[in-house]
């Protein structure tokens, strides 16, 4: 198959293409020495010239003719006043671009860097990068010095056959055709997802194909980020990976700041928050900056971001927006830039429809949601992160913790049993691991150990069915609980419960509907359940969380 002619864009250079200059650089013309090659098959090329020197177009055109007759050359007047200008050349050049007719079926392409000033080989660049230009770049360079030393004659200053050509590169912006730079940010990549998941191999797919997203996320974007999940599912810790990431990117350089918005109610909040003038309110008499302007340059993580007041919510949207707020008892605005990490076990959809949270407040900050799985929906990390857990509490013992393999065997069997139910998934996990290496003698962990702390575990979880909190006052709300009757409470208390120990809606269907289904032909146990659910509002997703 015969290869594509050859089309080449490039800006004649008054200097090098010029000719005037004798020096030894100088008689390379590297617009000129273009035609010299005849392996790049050019037939055309589309040259921009400085309005300021008018003759040299024509005479660059007579010299690439004599170097190879067979190229046409088409001349373009370069309108910008001043080459040095980025936004008047980049302009120009992108205009050029948008208004060229391009048939990438018939020819190839080559933007040519040598020539133009500074500023016009960066737009170039971009442009090309863009894909403005639907090229490759040429890079071209004078003879080597010994090329240089084997002339006979120093040679008129259209290069002439008996002068030594330059040489060239073309490449291409497609990284993915450079294997050794694909395999560089391929592991650039790994390390990447290995801090965000501070070094555990992690087994769960799903789970690894979000924290592969989350690193894309991170990396490209400054928008806000939503984290959904359960109570000690590790969303505070995600949060400290991302900004680690960023920060080792040197795309951050501000603090971390978490903000737990459970614990903030009333002036309280808004001053914690937005930080509080001199004498705003009884007790103030100093002025407080408040934690979004120490977040400035930096990432503000708001754990239980659903906790938070209207009042609070509108003047963070703003914050977000603006990069502006007063804070309390102010006249001044004040700014700080910071990135936003929201955290969340609520339905904050739900919460918006009830008026309990902003619906622009969710719309801004759900642009970038993430919903990291409770422990029961992961048995397949409980392993590695076993090892994990292992050795960093040998680090902070300062003493070699392990378990025998029986009591290993032991403890796998029984946290990934179904029946395990780890209300505060990795908090409990943790728990668990450094009550066993805090009793165990010598550090070694051994079945009676285990032993010990399943049954403290299994009394706990025991604890919570029996005496914990209402799961359906907590999933409606205390309004619409109170207008349930009797029997709607009783069997919603039921089905809720089912659903917080269940590994998928599919599995809670079939406990819930576990008669009923044999004695039908086809069963959908998952759309039974989320019809039942519907009644009263309620999602699966959002009630198969733990309570907090």
Known sequence: MQPLPTVVFGIIGSVLDGGFNKKRL???????????????????????????????????????????????????PATWQDPWDLEQVYGVLHDFARGYRFDTEREQYLVHMTTGTHIAQISLFLLTEAGYFPARLLQTSPPS????????????????????????????????????????????????????????ETRNAAFNRMIERIEQVSVASKSPMLVLGPTGAGKSWLAKRIYALKKGRHQIAGEFVEVNCATLRGDAAMSALFGHARGAFTGATESRPGLLRKADGGLLFLDEIGELGLDEQAMLLRAIEEKTFFPMGADKEVKSDFQLIAGTNRDLRLDARRGKFREDLLARIDLWTFKLPGLRERPEDIEPNLDFELERLSGQMRLKVSMNDQARARFLGFATAPGAAW??????????????????????????????????????????????????????????????????????????????????????????????????????????????????????????????
Request: aromatic share 6%; with cysteine.
């Open 26 to 76: 100088n008689r390379w013309r590297p617009t000129v020495d273009i035609a010299r090659h005849p392996e790049l098959n050019v037939t055309r090329m589309e040259l921009l010239y400085d309005t300021g020197s008018p003759e040299l177009p024509e005479r660059v055109r007579a010299d690439i003719q004599m170097c190879d007759p067979r190229i046409e050359v088409r001349t373009h």
């Open 423 to 548: 209300r505060g998934n990795f908090r409990d996990f943790n728990a668990a691991l450094t009550r066993m290496a805090t009793l165990a003698v010598g550090g070694r962990i051994t079945v009676a150990d285990v032993e010990e702390e399943i049954d403290r575990l299994r009394e706990s979880w025991r604890g919570d069915d029996e005496g914990g909190p209402s799961a359906a006052r907590e999933a409606l709300g205390e309004e619409a609980y109170a207008a349930l009757d009797r029997f709607d409470r009783v069997q919603l208390e039921d089905v809720l419960r089912v659903c917080r120990t269940a590994r998928s809606v599919s599995d809670a269907g079939r406990v819930l509907f576990d008669q009923s289904r044999q004695r039908r032909t086809s069963v959908n146990d998952a759309d039974r359940l989320r019809k039942y659910l519907a009644r009263f509002g309620l999602t699966f997703e959002a009630v198969s969380r733990p309570a907090t």
């Open 145 to 200: 010095e010994r090329a240089e030393r084997a002339e006979p004659a120093p040679g008129p200053v259209p290069a002439s056959d008996d002068s030594p050509p330059g040489r060239y590169t073309v490449i291409d912006l497609d990284l993915s055709r450079y294997d050794r730079l694909a395999a560089r940010f391929e592991h650039e990549r790994r390390d990447a997802r290995t801090l965000l998941k501070s070094g555990i």
